[in-house]
């Protein structure tokens, strides 16, 4: 039994390559232990899609979603309710933040120009798109970190599962929700959590 196994992880490693055993579990590939000592995500200073240093502090004030894409998984058709969501709560205060990474199953291997591309074209993102990060793993960049380590965001934590895996927060910059990446942008507890912060 064992021996069919380790068998079948070879075989994985051998066709899918080390990324996908990576992404199916079958190589230990820990995020960090420590977060970074920061109160909150306004401290992040973050590289937009077109390589501009944005501080997150811009934000401050606003509800704001963070969300993982990626632009050839099952769930990239979500940009379309993403941008529908931004488009009824943009003038209430409400910002989607979108942070494509390629950490699950090599499905974001475009460059920051054919991700902005990608998204411009197909699903008419307006909402600001940020440069490719790591968001799970020992490169993980340190907002992620922050958001899904107990110690930093306490009641939120936990590696991303998935693409599209969604933190809504606060005007004050601390977590309000988190949600799994087959949770639909407009489903009704996003809506609800959304409209709820923005009273």
Not at 21 to 31: D, E, K, Q, R, W
Not at 51 to 62: A, F, H, I, N
Not at 110 to 135: A, R
Not at 168 to 190: E, M, N, Q, V
Request: proline share 6%; net charge positive.
């Amino acid at each position: 039994m064992y021996l069919k196994i380790g068998l079948a992880i070879v075989a994985i490693i051998v066709v899918g390559g080390v990324g996908a055993a990576y992404a199916l579990g079958f190589i230990l590939n820990p995020s960090p232990s420590e977060p970074p000592n920061v109160a909150s995500v306004y401290e992040f200073k973050m590289k937009n899609i077109d390589g501009s240093e944005v501080k997150l502090e811009t934000y401050k004030g606003k509800v704001v979603m963070i969300v993982n894409t990626a632009s050839k998984c099952g769930l990239t058709p979500q940009y379309e309710a993403l941008q529908a969501t931004y488009d009824k709560y943009k003038d209430k205060d409400f910002v989607v933040l979108g942070f494509p990474s390629n950490n699950f199953m090599g499905q974001e291997p475009g460059t920051d120009n054919e991700i902005k591309e990608f998204c411009t074209l197909k699903y008419k993102v307006s909402f600001p798109m940020f440069s490719k990060i790591s968001v799970k793993g020992t490169d993980q960049h340190p907002l992620y970190t922050y958001l899904t380590n107990e110690k930093s965001n306490p009641g939120f934590s936990g590696d991303i599962s998935w693409n599209f895996e969604k933190f809504l927060i606060g005007k004050d910059g601390k977590t309000l929700a988190r949600f799994s990446p087959s949770t639909k942008p407009d489903d009704a507890k996003i809506i609800e959590a959304i409209e709820k912060a923005l009273k």
